[in-house]
Every structure is written in structure tokens, then in C-alpha cells.
């Protein structure tokens, strides 16, 4: 059934986050570690690394997984943007350490008119280069696949394995699959073939082994459309019925669940009891 949660706020400090996942009855949640459209932040402070790893055993929250800045571009061209992504990103791999989170989940990178193989490649140079930052790190970073909006790459099952392939460490890697960008993307869930299909093209391309986490979103825009815009679940494109097989697929029980969905707490408490309604 998968571990179902939300993407929930740590307004006034990370430790606040796993009490408001609890609340909405979540087994686990993502967060931000820092504020998301700023570059730097100051580093966590000892009580709330403390207080968070606490407040995770308190409420009963069973993974948290940390998403990284809006800002960061590991695929830039432009030298300057590249070299504060890395840090930033090095930045963002400390956090998630310091918590004790299995994952952080990043968007792999625009290459903003180099070209996809320029970018993909760029993208590469810029995880090693952040792993080399952080050696002792226990965090697997997970890409995320993208809907391919503008020139965001990730939005095929391809350029995800290529990245994964370039990249030395390839046990410090994995992937999370997000509903509505791989539908936008143009990979087809919505019937039970369909989505038998999808996942058999990603085993094939990357490898079920690596998908760690899931967003689950539903898509305000049609298949292929490109366009990253979520929807509550099952009032979207993508429907019910995919979010159904989800739930219930087997090979997903331990992968957090992570929803996204406009509109904040009340509309992810309606969302979570509607998944929970769904496993059989
Ligand atoms: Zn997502
Ligand atoms: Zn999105």
C-alpha cells in the first residue's frame, strides 16, 4: 500500500514538519530543509536537528524525504548559476544527512538551448562534483522525473538512466517517479495495460530496483502536454483508476507516497482519506 503522506511545511524550523504530517494522519512526509527560492540559508541548528529527529519518533512518521531548492540548475550553462547550484546542492546533502533522511529528490536540470545530450551530461558533472563535496554522506539522491517543461530534462525514462550511467557513484542514486510529470511526459497510466506498460518500460530503460519514491499527483493537463500543473487526485487527467493500482501494487508497499496537490492541508487530508479509501 505504500507509505502514504504530503509534501508539508517546516515553517518555523524543520522540526515543526513531522508534527503537521501527523495531523494529517501521514506514515511520511517531505519537506523542504531551507527556504526553497532563496540560494543560502543558515545551517540547522543543533536543537532542531535534535528536535526533528524526536518529533519523527513522536508522531509516528515512518520516512521523511527532503526536496531540493526551485533554484538549483546543475544543467546550467551559465558558469556562475552552475557553480552556486553545486553549492547549494552540497548544502542541501548536508541537511538531508545531518536529519538522518534516506532521500533527497531534485529535479535533474534545464540545459536552457545547449542541447539535451550537453545538458544531461552537465547534469552528470554536476552530482559528481557534489559528491565529491560530501564522501561520508548516507543520502541516495533520487532524480525526479519531469513533465519537460521548457528545456527541463527527465522527462524520458532515457535521460535519467543516462545521467545514473554517467555517474560514478551509482549506488548513491536513485529515481522518484512522479504520477503527474510522467503522464504530462507523455507516459500513458491510465488503464491497467497502460500502466503495466509504463512501468515495464521504466523497468526496462532504468530498473524498478532504483525507484525509491513516488509524487503522486494528478495532472490538470492532457497526456503529453508537457505541461507541470497538479491536480487533486482523481480530479485530473489521469483519474482514479491509476492511483488504485498504485496502492495497491505490491512491488510499491514500503515507497513513500508523497502528494503534492494544490490547496494545502484541508484539500491533502480529503486526498489521503480518497487513497486510503483505495487499497484494498
Ligand atoms: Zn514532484
Ligand atoms: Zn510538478
Known amino acids: 500500500m505504500g507509505l502514504l503522506g504530503a509534501h508539508v511545511s517546516a515553517q518555523g524550523g524543520v522540526q515543526n514538519a513531522p508534527k503537521r504530517g501527523a495531523e494529517l494522519e501521514c506514515d511520511a512526509i517531505a ?72 532521500y533527497l529528490v531534485f529535479h535533474p536540470g534545464s540545459h536552457l538551448g545547449e542541447g539535451e545530450e550537453w545538458g544531461l551530461k552537465k547534469i552528470a558533472e554536476g552530482i559528481e562534483e557534489s559528491l565529491s563535496k560530501v564522501p561520508e554522506s548516507r543520502v541516495m539522491l533520487l532524480l525526479e522525473t519531469t513533465a519537460g517543461q521548457g528545456t527541463n530534462l527527465g ?29 504530462a511526459a507523455g507516459y500513458d497510466i491510465r488503464s491497467e495495460e497502460a500502466y503495466h506498460e ?61 502528494l503534492e496537490t494544490p490547496g494545502g492541508d484541508v484539500w491533502y487530508s480529503a486526498n489521503l482519506k480518497l487513497l486510503r479509501d483505495l487499497i484494498e
Request: glycine fraction near 6%; charge should be negative; proline fraction near 4%.
Open 31 to 102: 519537506i523542504f530543509t531551507k527556504n526553497q527560492r532563496q540560494w543560502r540559508a543558515r545551517p540547522l541548528k543543533e536543537e532542531e536537528i535534535e528536535g526533528f529527529k524526536e518529533n519523527m519518533k513522536r508522531y509516528g512518521i515512518k520516512i521523511a524525504l527532503s526536496h531540493d531548492s526551485y533554484l538549483i540548475n546543475l544543467g546550467s550553462p551559465k558558469e556562475e548559476t552552475y557553480k552556486k547550484s553545486v553549492e547549494a546542492f552540497v548544502d542541501e546533502i548536508i541537511r538531508a544527512d545531518q536529519l538522518d533522511l534516506p
Open 155 to 183: 522527462y524520458r525514462f532515457e535521460h535519467l538512466a543516462e545521467i545514473m550511467d554517467m555517474v560514478g557513484e551509482k549506488n548513491r542514486m536513485g529515481v522518484c517517479f512522479d504520477t503527474c510529470h510522467v503522464f
Open 198 to 258: 509504463t512501468f515495464d518500460e521504466f523497468d526496462s530503460v532504468i530498473g524498478l530496483d532504483k525507484l525509491k519514491a513516488f509524487h503522486l499527483n494528478d495532472s490538470k493537463f492532457p497526456l503529453g502536454s508537457k505541461k507541470d500543473r497538479h491536480e487533486h487526485i482523481g480530479e485530473g487527467e489521469i483519474g482514479i483508476e491509476p492511483f488504485r493500482l498504485l496502492v495497491n501494487d505490491p512491488r510499491f508497499r514500503e515507497h513513500p507516497m508523497i
